[in-house]
C-alpha cells in the first residue's frame, strides 16, 4: 500500500512529524468497500488509488457519512537555483565529507557540498559514540595496534591505510575538538533527572548548544564551504575521459539538479536492507553504485556487519541504545600494547562473530528485556579507555549510562564491516584517487580500502576518527587535481538524457510501490542463512530472487511524490548492492572475519588471501579476486593454532585440527571468560 496509513508516518530529515487524526485510509477504503484492491495493493505492490467517484459511489448506501483521506500533499516547488559550479564537489555530509570539505577549500578552491538529507544528520554520523586516536605522548606503541589489526583483520588488511590512520589520527581527533564536534558535557544521570525519567527531549534541549550534528554546519559555514541540503546525487557525470560534475534531485520537490564540477569526492556512507522506520533505512550504498556504474570495482561486500538489536523489539534501534544517541562521543584508545594484541584481537573476534554465529545456528534464549549494562562501572579496559596511566590522558573508554544488551544480531542488515566495502583505488593508494580522473572516495562504505580487514579488531571509535583522517586527506588530492584541471562543463545533451533518466518512475502511469520493493529486499537479504551462516545452496537461491528484481521490479518502479522519486533510486543502488554481496560471497568459498560459510567452515591461506571485487562487464556483473601484498599476509608458515587464535564451527574437523586450548581474555575481560564479558 502507499503511504498514508494511520500507523506509517514518513519523517523528513530532522522535522518532527505528527501523526494525522481522523480516519485511517485502512478504515476508508473498508467504509468504501474497496479492501480487496487495498489487500492486493499491499500483496503485490501494485500501485491502484481509487477514484474519488468509485469511492463515493461504493459508500452511497451507507448511513454514516465516511471521511475521504485527504490527498497526498503536491510537492513544494523547485529551488530558485537548480545548477551550480564550484572546483570540488563533495558529496555526503558526513565526518568524512566534514573533513574531506574543509581540507579542499582551505586549499582555495570553490567547494560546495550536497548531502541528501542535512550535514552531521544523515547516515551513519548521528549515531557515533566513541573516538579513538594513537597518542604516543602517553605511551601508545604503534607495533602493537599494527600487529593487533593484522591478527584481528585476518591477514587481509591493507596496512598502509593503517599506517596513515597511525601518523595522522592525533590530529584528526584535534580537529573534530576544535569543531565542538568532541565536547565533552555531563551525561543523562549526573545531569538532573533526566535519566530516570526518561525524559530525552528534555536533555535534548539543556545540552542542546552541544549537540554535535549542529558542530557539522558551523564548520563548514565558518570555512566557507557552500551547503546545498537535501538533494541526492544520482550520477557523476564523465566526459571525455574525466569527471565533469554530477546530478541529482531535490528531494522536495523532486527538481533535478546539476552540479559542473572539476573534481567529485564520494563520501556517501554505507547502506543497510532495511525498513524505513529503522535509522538506517533510508542508507542507499549511493557511492558505490555510481562507481560500479562508471566501471570500477567494488570490493569487500562479502564482509557483513550487523550490530546488535532486542529479539523483543528488532526494529527499534533506540530501545537498545537510547542515551548513546543523545550523549558525548566518548574518547578511547590507548588499550593495546605488545603483551595483549593477541588476545585482544581474538576475544574481540569472538564477541563479534562467534556469538552471532552461534545464535545463528543453535538459536538463542528469549530476551525479557532485563539485561542491562552501565558501561561507567566497567573498567577502563573493558570499555575502551587508555590504559596508560596517565592522569592527563583523557581517554577514558564509553561511560555510558546503563542500557540495554542487544540480544541478537542484524540490527541492519547488509551494512558491510566498518571500513572494509567500497570503491576500490588499488593496492597502493593512500589518496583516495579513483581510476577515472576527478573521481575521488572517502569514508565508510565508499571507499573499499579494506583497512580492518575482514572484521573489526580495534577497539571502539577507530571508524570515526579513520574516516575523518581519510577524508581531511582525500579532500587535499581531489583540491590539487582541480587546481591543475581545466574548465569542467557537462554538456547539454548529456544533462537532457540524464534528466529524462531520473524523472522516469515520475512518467509511469502505473507500476511497482518502491515502498514495498523495499520491504521485499529487507525480507529477502535478512534470514540468517544469508548474511550470517551461508552456504552455495542459500545464497543462490537468494541470488534468483534478487536478480528478478533488477530485472522485473527496478523497471516497474513508479514515483507518486518526490520522496518517491528518490527511494526508486534508492532501490536501484540496494539491489545492485544485494546482487554484488551475494556474487561475492559465493567466490568466497571460506570462511573468514565475518564471512561464515557452513559449506567451507575454515581458512583457506592458501586461495583467499585476496579480496573480492565486482565490476560491470559487457555482459553483466564480473567477479575476480584482487592479490594483496605478502607483507601484509602475515607468517603464513605458522601453525593454525598460533595464526588464528579461534575457529569457526567445523573447522577443527574439517581441517583435522587438534581441539582448540581456551585462552585469556583481553583488555579488562576475565581469563577463560565469556566473550560478552570483554571487548565488544
Known sequence: MKRNDKDEVTNRGDEPVAEQSGTSRRSFL???????????????????????????????????RVMEELPIPADPAAPSKTEFACDVLVVGGGFAGLNAAISAKKSG???????????????????????????KNFGDDPRAFRACVQRGGEYITNLDWYQVWIDESKAAYERLMEWGVLTQFPKASIAGEYFNQLDYAGYRDKFDKFDRRKKFNEALDKSGVQIIERTMITEVIKNDGRVVGAMGIDVPSGAVVTFHAKAVVLCTGGGSFKSGGYPTGANSFTGEYIGYQLGLPIVGKEFDDFH??????????????SWTYLENIWLCGGDIDMKNYKPYADVKAKVMVLSRVHSALKGMAPDDGSHYEDLAKATKG????????????????KKNDSMQKGDVWGAAVG??????SGVFCGLD????????????VAGDGTNGCVVTGAAYPNGVGFTSNFISCQGWRVGEAAAMYARGAGLARIPLAKIASVTTEIEAPRGLTKGLDP????????????????HIAKSEKTLQGTLAQVEYMRDEV??????????????CHEMKSKILSAEMKLRAGIERKESRGFHFRTDYPYRDDKNFLCYIAATKGKNGMEVSKVQIKDEWKGDTGLAHADRYGWRFPGETEALGLPPEKKRDGGPGGKPGGKPGENHG
Open 308 to 321: 546488535q538489536t532486542v529479539s523483543h523489539a528488532a526494529g527499534n534501534a533506540f530501545y537498545n541504545n
Open 382 to 397: 573493558r570499555r575502551g579507555g587508555s590504559l596508560s596511566s596517565n592522569p592527563l590522558d583523557p581517554r577514558e573508554g
Open 554 to 567: 527496478v523497471p516497474q518502479l513508479m514515483a507518486v511524490s518526490s520522496h518517491d522519486l528518490r527511494l
Open 30 to 64: 473498508k467504509g468504501a468497500g474497496v479492501v480487496g484492491a487495498a489487500v492486493a495493493a499491499a500483496t503485490t505492490g501494485i500501485i491502484a488509488m481509487p477514484k474519488k467517484s468509485e469511492a463515493a459511489e461504493a459508500g452511497a448506501s451507507s448511513a454514516p
Open 429 to 440: 593508494d593512500i589518496n583516495g584517487q579513483t581510476a577515472l580522473p576527478g573521481l575521488y
Open 109 to 135: 578552491n570553490s567547494v560546495i557540498m550536497v548531502d541528501k538529507g542535512r550535514p552531521g544528520y544523515s547516515g551513519l554520523s548521528p549515531f557515533a559514540s566513541s573516538h579513538r586516536w594513537i597518542d
Open 415 to 420: 551494512m558491510c564491516s566498518h571500513l572494509t
Open 515 to 530: 515502498n514495498w520493493a523495499r520491504d521485499v529486499l529487507h525480507g529477502i537479504m535478512a534470514p540468517y542463512w544469508v
